[in-house]
């Protein structure tokens, strides 16, 4: 723990831009696992049971 508040004294007038860039880093994280729920819909919905207009309404 002592490591990590040296650590932070270093980054001195750039902390809120550490910190927003971890923010960033999170949320773009959070949207990429969305893509994989929304492929599992598309396939599920649409191409198993042939349901094209199914398959639009996701794209």
Do not use: K, Q
């Not at 990590?4 to 880093?25: E, F, I, K, Q, T």
């Amino acid at each position: 723990m002592h490591e990590l508040r040296r650590m932070l004294a270093y980054l001195g007038p750039y902390r809120r831009d550490a910190l927003l860039g971890a923010l960033a880093v999170a949320l773009e994280t959070s949207i990429e696992l969305v893509i994989p729920l929304l492929m599992a819909n598309i396939i599920d919905r649409g191409i198993v049971e042939r349901d094209i207009p199914a398959i639009f309404a996701y794209v």
